[in-house]
């Protein structure tokens, strides 16, 4: 089929003023021109849409047949572009995002609530996940972004770096390391470790580090969350390396954060979004406000 938008909209002209010098007139387009993409239509649909006489131009049955159709098809055209350009501005649109337990409950709250105030036609879902999860829910299109640490193995994802967070010994206040400014790896040895499970990229670099102060890997506890770890950690249980943003979790808590050196692990919180697939509005702008919080955050808790 060779019919054009432009054919149809000259045609819906016509037909709404009963005159092709009207029609002309508002459409911007010579007269001659108009006559000619009328019956090129015509051709094309093998059929007659007006009758011309000298004094005015009718529809046939075929003509008002098509002028329902092709108004709603116009219609439905300008209600889809219209619709394109609102998520495009960002004042339409859904936002999926898929995030830790502990980044959802730290980072997310104050970066939705800015991003929803900026822009309040985007509806916006938050899963709060596993690391496996929040991976396999972006390749498959059911989250729009992800945020946490992520594997440099991981494949079918893109990462936008948001900040760059280390490693800290959490300790209670009964701890001989609680008024220490900081901590060598080395100074673990023999320490109750309360670690979380094997499934956590966290606990794979709490390995690499007593790997790297050789020093055995021998926890006293292994959990889930990194809530229950540090709860573990107040009643006096062990000690836990767990990453900075971890403070926040801490906060109100008996327990301190200190660095720790010899070696200095640190790992990157990105963003990620699934390879191959356009990068939508929503998720660009929402990029930009959660970078800033992630980044507020391990500064002011480290302080």
Request: charged share 20%.
């Given at each position: 089929m060779k019919i054009t938008i432009k054919q149809i909209q000259q045609f819906l002209g016509v037909a709404e003023l009963g005159s092709f010098s009207r029609a002309s007139k508002r459409l911007g387009t010579a007269q001659p021109a108009l006559s000619q993409a009328i019956r090129d239509l015509e051709a094309e649909l093998s059929v007659r849409l007006f009758d011309r006489t000298t004094r005015r131009v009718e529809l046939t049955d075929a003509g008002r047949e098509f002028q329902n159709s092709a108004s709603k098809v116009i219609e439905e055209l300008e209600h889809a572009v219209e619709g394109v350009h609102m998520l495009a501005e960002r004042r339409r649109g859904r936002l999926r995002i898929a995030a830790p337990p502990l980044l959802a409950s730290v980072v997310l709250p104050q970066a939705i609530a800015e991003f929803q105030k900026s822009y309040p036609g985007i509806s916006v879902q938050l899963a709060d996940v596993g690391t496996e999860q929040i991976v396999e829910s972006v390749r498959s299109g059911q989250a729009d972004c992800g945020l946490g640490t992520f594997s440099p193995a991981e494949d079918g994802i893109e990462r936008v770096a948001l900040?760059?967070?280390?490693?800290?010994?959490f300790c209670d206040q009964r701890s001989p390391f609680c008024d220490a400014a900081l901590v060598k790896w080395a100074d673990l040895a023999e320490q109750p470790l309360i670690t979380?499970?094997?499934?956590?990229?966290?606990?794979l670099l709490v390995e690499v580090g007593?790997?790297?102060?050789?020093?055995?890997?021998k926890p006293a506890f292994e959990v889930t969350q990194v809530t229950t770890a540090i709860a573990l950690v107040e009643a006096g249980l062990g000690i836990a390396v767990l990453p900075t943003y971890a403070l926040a979790a801490a906060r109100f808590r008996e327990v301190s954060g200190k660095p720790l050196a010899e070696p200095t692990i640190s790992r990157e919180v990105s963003l990620i979004h699934a390879t191959g697939?356009?990068?939508?509005?929503?998720?660009?702008?929402?990029?930009?406000?959660?970078r800033r919080y992630a980044q507020q955050l391990t500064p002011r808790e480290t302080a």
């Open positions: 900040v760059r967070d280390s490693l800290m010994l979380l499970t094997r499934d956590s990229g966290i606990r007593f790997e790297m102060a050789q020093m055995p890997f697939r356009s990068v939508s509005p929503a998720v660009s702008a929402f990029a930009a406000v959660v």
